[in-house]
């Protein structure tokens, strides 16, 4: 393997506490030397100067499409568009075709992501066929490297399935990540129901949804004592029960999605597709209060639900459309702009929800920027001033609504597994 | 005669009260041509009108028809059930070719709110919307509000409800819209299952007891209720439905003055309204499908004739 030098970054690790500029020479995948006015001669090396580094990024909640729907995305596809957003690492939930219900796909997935920058780990389902109905072979799937279980896509909504998964998932240490949404409240529905839905009359889908089920599932949670993870938090009163829940020392966790932080459903006035997800955009008060959680830590992570779907897909009756964005390229982005440049969060606080917070969760190894620690970096230019462009995405899918935008803040690449990917 | 400042009629929402009046005062002149022995003229002869319905509505589909045959145009029937779209097309291609066959206007019915939206910014023929989904249906509502000037003579400050199933009616947000910008005082009554969320926020009242809501009205449009929707998830049954909102003439007297019927129709008789009231002397509910004609005729020809 190649050597690296990193000359002159600002290297921030919220783990143990650094910020400065450092020179940073990678040997062999491993942290060899930092410090300060480093020199070595025989590595490749680059000016960092401006340029920052950062514990590489974990996606707990992204949608890779395969097996099933490879002309979305695949692993490869995914795995690459993770790279130029500065992820070194994803979590792949389990609504593919087939699911990832038994060892068999976990394994197919982890194979298909054998050696690449982007380390990719399956989340298994909860249940059979992701049905609801009876719990998936939780253990097996454990064992097959599943670091959590989700129906996402679809919630648990059985109360007898979801007070055995969250036994299960305990006695496993992993966390059931639900997507909480109440199918008979949110059957017919497109976007949130709010002024702008009974103005454009497009069919509503009640915050009610939302938090109902998040406070029916803390009280099941602590009653049996599991992990619970909120995914794609984005109602103020889902933030309320999470914030509450907290504090009673239950352990809930929850993320939250770049467009949730950023985008109100007043841009559905447009009746663009590509604002249509699920759970929906919701109002200039959910949004402030999704900024809140993060910034008092209500919210854990920052997630994208990267849901990539195929143009002629998207490009149909609002109403028909197919739910999801891709979010993999703007999270950082979106983040720096939406999150950093307005103050509510610092750098590392960023970095947190970004690289360190979402591991934990998932239980994996912590990154830490050390000599004689594997190279796990995103690398990241905070000032870059970028206009996004669909087309220059590596994912196979275009379904941002994003295009156009200024962002500040832009991933350059990443480095692991002894590769470095740089983006252009 | 001026011209209109929209180039499609999508809805009512944010057209402007200009717009509308030229619309309404067009009407008049159109209607006269519908009582004339030879009931057509030149106007849009040349032009080509595609009828693009995706859900049945005969009514609609029949006025529009009458309309652009009367303005001498050439018409094109285009049902989703004899379509490509039962075979997997999506309405983008089905639009596209048809306007490769080079239409002028597409008049289309659609179940999903913002159809006409989002056509109109991918094709390049002038589109008509004759209701999509439970958003909009602009041409009801101003035969409506034609209707209700043709016998009070003006909309200013006259006071009108809307009385129905609010939120699955693609009328109501119409009648609000336009009703509101000639300005007329607008409420709206039934359950409040059926009266969609912050919907006060337009500046409309809101009753959930109808004999209130009559005291409030001096015109009152009176949705039908969907016969297949009994005892489903908004309302328990049609007898109490009737019970509690169905227009009635014992009603109509209690509320002491004259008070003008209009309903977009199909009429549920002895549902949402009984036949005294709909045959009786305050409605115009016949009327107001003549003059359906005589306004779809007025959009054609302003939309129609508009230059780019
Ligand atoms: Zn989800």
Redo the contacts with the bound molecule.
Sequence with gaps: MASYFFKNARVVDPVTGLDGDRDVLVVNGIIDRIGENLSASDAQTLDFTGKTIAPGFCDM?VHFREPGQEYKEDILSGAASAAAGGFTAVAC?PNTDPPIDNAAVATLILKRAEGLAVDVYPIGAVTKGRKGESIAPMIELRESGCVAF?D??SPVYNTKVLRTALEYASMLDVPVIQ?A?DPHLFKGGAMNESLVSTQIGLPPISRLSEDTVVVRDIAFTAYVDGRYHL??MSTAGAAEAVRDAKQRGLKVTSEVAPHHFSLTDEALRSYDSNYKM??PLRTAEDVLAMKEALRDGTADAIAT?HAPHAIHEKEVEFVYAPFGIIGLETAFGLSVTELLLDGWLTLPQLIEKLSTNPRRILGLPVIRIEEGQPANFSLLDLAAQWTVDVNDFRSKSRNSPFHGRVLTGKPLGIFNNGQLILNN | MSSLSIQHLLGLDGVPREDIQLLLDSADTFLEVLDRPIKKVPTLQGKTVVNLFFENSTRTRISFELAERRLSADVVNFSASTSSVSKGETLLDTARNIEAMKVDIVVMRHAAAGAGHFLSTRCTSKFINAGDGTHEHPTQALLDMYSIRQKHGSLEGLRVCIIGDIAHSRVSLSNIYGLKTMGAEVAVCGPASMIPWQLEKLGVRVFTNVDEALRFSDVINVLRIQLERDAGADFPSLREYHNSFGITRKRLEAAGKDITVLHPGPINRGVEIESEVADGPYSVILPEVTNGVAIRMAVLYHIGTKAE
């Design positions: 909640h939930m989700s996402d896509g997507h949404e995914a794609h699920n759970p639900d």
